[in-house]
């Protein structure tokens, strides 16, 4: 079974400017989760899908970050302006339920450096 | 108030010996319970996942739940240097019909030869 894909696997840019992500899910997984990991803290949920309908997007800062999943299946993070504190590993899991019992499997991540 | 509180550590510890990683939860309403492995660079991956009261063992790794006291803990028996990693605690609470994940910043192991 192919895991969570994401890409690129790194990116740098300037502040200000704008940057897309992108996540394809392991096949069959109706959730879809958004993570912003700091160096140093925890992966910190930026938004929840659930096929193609948002969750929660309670962290998500909605003035300079957006999300969307496709058809249910893929889904793209973009950040527009980035800002300096944006410097993190995003990264993509998902899980075949949102309810409790669904384990989350994770990709590879993409590490954003804002310079 | 943070929603889950880990020690960031590190924990030290001598290779053979009992590793303890203790997380607590803000939020009486979670629903379940994971304790995450995360290797420099790498993405977390799941280790245990515990859901009601008491002890739950697999292998070398015992998950301990006390909700009352709104505490989960991770045991890591005979620790290896390949132990050596971040763990994180992460726990779900409910929101309307789906389950809403929050981690903790996670506590870093050292195991020593």
């Known amino acids: 079974e192919a895991g969570v894909a994401q890409s690129p696997r790194y990116k740098i840019i300037e502040k200000r400017q704008s940057v897309a992500f992108w996540c394809n899910p392991i096949?069959?997984?109706?959730?879809l989760y958004w993570y912003q990991q700091i160096l140093g803290q925890g992966p910190k949920l930026l938004i929840q899908?659930?096929?193609?309908?948002?969750?929660?997007d309670s962290q998500l800062p909605k003035d300079r970050f957006s999300a969307e999943r496709l058809k249910g299946v893929d889904s793209t993070l973009k950040i527009q302006p980035a800002k300096l504190e944006d410097s993190a590993v995003y990264l993509c899991?998902?899980?075949?339920?949102?309810?409790?019992?669904?384990?989350?499997?994770f990709g590879p991540g993409t590490r954003l450096t804002v310079l | 108030q943070k929603e889950v509180e880990q020690n960031s550590g590190p924990l030290s510890v001598p290779e053979g010996a009992i590793a303890s990683l203790n997380c607590t939860y803000s939020?009486?309403?979670?629903?379940?319970f994971f304790w995450y492995r995360q290797y420099s660079g790498k993405s977390p991956e799941l280790i245990m996942s515990?859901?009601?009261?008491g002890d739950k063992e697999d292998g070398r790794f015992t998950a301990q739940l006390n909700k009352a006291s709104q505490y989960v803990s991770l045991l890591i028996r005979d620790s290896q240097p390949s132990d050596s990693a971040t763990y994180l605690c992460?726990?779900?609470?409910?929101?309307?019909?789906?389950?809403?994940?929050?981690f903790g910043r996670g506590t870093s192991l050292i195991v020593h030869p």
């Open positions: 515990i859901y009601s009261n």
């Open positions: 939020d009486r309403g979670s629903q379940s």
């Open positions: 899991a998902s899980s075949l339920v949102s309810q409790g019992q669904g384990t989350q499997y």
């Open positions: 096949s069959g997984h109706a959730t």
């Open positions: 899908f659930q096929n193609n309908g948002v969750v929660d």
């Open positions: 992460a726990v779900r609470r409910r929101s309307g019909g789906s389950y809403i994940p929050t």
